[in-house]
């Protein structure tokens, strides 16, 4: 006999003090953010959403420092993912792999059925503009992916650089996955001259799943007009027809849309400025902490000094200690942390300082997991 259980009121559950849940993803969210989705739905073709998508469009753009339309997908940030290959590769793609997420793009050019090669570094690697420029040139690509902020390793690639040797190779665009980065450390979509840049809702932009946003320069826009596999749903074309009217090509999450509109607002009082700062000022925080304790517990950081992720940090495991029983540990003290991704869940635990933490909370953490490592 199957027992149907009934779901919980949300009038009857009880918000849970913030300042506990440290995953890289997702991250925790504000309780004015998760209350704004209690509101009523409304049509997706009318005044009112575009109101609102119009105050989104404004938000995202000083987010992403452009002036180009920024577009907003209900999706995960992997939808853009493959959008970036659908729409911008013509003939053949240069995936820069140094973690599992740089994998994926790999993954969705050749399910696309794009001809794809790695330029792929062991984990805990960052790709240089040197070796990228000397991949480039026998002038196969015509598009390079490369993941900014590696989840899975905490390693920075250094974008700015890469996107000024991907540019001397000739027709060549850039497609950057910004997933844990965007809203965490500086990214100058327009001044750095990054042709396609997508990023997710739920990591330092401190916002539920489920909403995934992109630029486009005019570069990959011609490119999407000849293309003749950008589909229906990650049709660049579509996105840029409907964000000039501020409305989706599809029905959108209207409740997502709420909370997006709350939190934006929220970001820009803090300034993008001010938002950088803070999270660098944790991860510099997460990094002397480790580099205080490495002989005492036996741990390190994974990733190389100068290419530090400032939304993440992967600290080795200490020996006989394996990732996910410290993650269980922390969890039994109301704590969460993440152990390695995939290959790596027992070489390490990842604490993700981003989104709207501080550093005092920070502080918190890194006390516990400190006795937790030394038990």
């Known amino acids: 006999m199957t027992t149907v259980v009934e779901p919980t009121s949300h009038a009857s559950v009880k918000a849970p003090p913030f300042g506990k849940f440290f995953l890289p993803g997702p991250t925790e969210v504000r309780h004015d953010v998760l209350a704004a989705m209690t509101q009523q739905m409304m049509a997706h073709r009318g005044k009112d959403i575009e109101l609102l998508m119009a105050r989104v469009l404004t938000g995202?753009?000083?987010?992403?420092?452009?002036?180009?339309?920024?577009h907003t997908a209900t999706s995960s940030a992997t939808g853009l993912m493959e959008a970036g290959v659908r729409n911008a590769v013509r003939e053949r793609v240069l995936c820069l792999v140094n973690g599992s997420f740089s994998e994926r793009f790999h993954k969705a050019a050749v399910n696309s059925g794009i001809a794809a090669d790695k330029l792929e570094l062991p984990y805990g690697h960052y790709h240089s503009p040197d070796m990228v420029a000397d991949a480039l040139k026998g002038g196969k690509y015509d598009v390079v992916?490369?993941?900014?902020?590696?989840?899975?390793?905490?390693v920075l690639n250094p974008i700015a650089d890469i996107a000024k040797v991907v540019h001397a190779a000739g027709d060549v665009v850039?497609?950057?996955?910004?997933?844990?980065?965007?809203?965490?450390?500086?990214?100058?979509?327009?001044?750095?001259?990054?042709?396609?840049?997508?990023?997710?809702?739920?990591k330092a932009l401190a916002l539920p799943s489920g909403l995934a946003f992109c630029t486009a320069n005019d570069?990959?826009?011609?490119?999407?007009?000849?293309?003749?596999?950008?589909?229906?749903?990650?049709?660049?074309?579509?996105?840029?027809e409907y964000t000039k009217k501020n409305q989706s090509p599809n029905t959108p999450a209207v409740s997502l849309l709420y909370a997006l509109d709350v939190q934006l607002a929220h970001i820009l009082r803090e300034t993008m400025e001010a938002r950088w700062a803070r999270h660098?000022?944790?991860?510099?925080?997460?990094?002397?902490?480790?580099?205080?304790?490495?002989?005492?517990?036996?741990?390190?950081?994974?990733?190389?000094?100068?290419?530090?992720?400032?939304?993440?940090?992967?600290?080795?495991?200490?020996?006989?200690k394996p990732g996910s029983a410290i993650v269980s540990e922390m969890k039994k003290r109301g704590f969460v942390i993440a152990s390695g991704y995939?290959?790596?869940?027992?070489?390490?635990?990842?604490?993700?300082?981003?989104?709207?933490?501080?550093?005092?909370?920070l502080e918190v953490v890194l006390e516990s997991l400190g006795e937790v490592m030394s038990a």
């Open 145 to 154: 992916t490369v993941v900014h902020s590696e989840t899975s390793t905490g």
């Open 60 to 70: 995202l753009q000083a987010v992403f420092r452009t002036t180009r339309l920024v």
């Open 174 to 202: 850039l497609v950057v996955d910004t997933v844990s980065s965007m809203g965490a450390g500086q990214i100058e979509c327009d001044a750095w001259d990054l042709d396609y840049v997508l990023t997710g809702s739920q």
């Open 219 to 240: 570069r990959v826009m011609a490119r999407a007009k000849e293309s003749k596999r950008r589909g229906l749903y990650f049709d660049l074309l579509e996105f840029e």
């Open 342 to 361: 995939g290959k790596l869940k027992d070489d390490m635990v990842r604490i993700g300082h981003m989104g709207d933490h501080t550093l005092e909370e």
């Open 280 to 320: 660098t000022a944790m991860a510099e925080r997460t990094w002397s902490w480790v580099g205080q304790n490495a002989d005492k517990l036996g741990i390190s950081l994974y990733a190389p000094e100068g290419y530090r992720a400032p939304g993440v940090t992967c600290i080795t495991a200490p020996k006989g």
